[in-house]
Nanobody, 122 residues
Framework: QVQLVESGGGLAQAGGSLRLSCAAS????????IGWFRQAPGKEREFLAA????????RYADSVKGRFTISRDNAKNTVYLQMNSLKPEDTAVYYC???????????????WGQGTQVTVSS
């Protein structure tokens, strides 16, 4: 399986921006659909965005559409999540995940990173 490591989390002010990175190793990165998820305390894990293996098709949750942008650089084995216009309710642990099967609409994400904390202050 591919190994995933998130980075780029931290503290931001409301209205600010952060860019998260998900670095992969271990297998052919371009074989995997990559998704971003988050989980806030006391809440269920929430899907945010996904990007396809090579052509860069994307899918977003309504809660982040227009504010977050997912992209990938297969040459660097990295997927990014650019987060703009951050809100306090975006505070959560953010995870990237990989799926070798399916599409961005049907991926069964079965490989997860350890997460990175994002805190947005008002």
């Amino acid at each position: 399986q591919v190994q995933l490591v998130e980075s780029g989390g931290g503290l931001a002010q409301a209205g600010g921006s952060l860019r998260l990175s998900c670095a992969a190793s271990g297998r052919t990165f371009s074989n995997y659909i990559i998704g971003w998820f988050r989980q806030a305390p006391g809440k269920e894990r929430e899907f945010l965005a996904a990007v396809s293996r090579t052509i860069g098709s994307t899918r977003y949750a309504d809660s982040v559409k227009g504010r977050f942008t997912i992209s990938r650089d297969n040459a660097k084995n990295t997927v990014y999540l650019q987060m703009n216009s951050l809100k306090p309710e975006d505070t959560a642990v953010y995870y990237c995940a990989a799926s070798e099967k399916g599409t961005i609409y049907s991926a069964g994400f079965d490989c997860w990173g350890q997460g990175t904390q994002v805190t947005v202050s008002s």
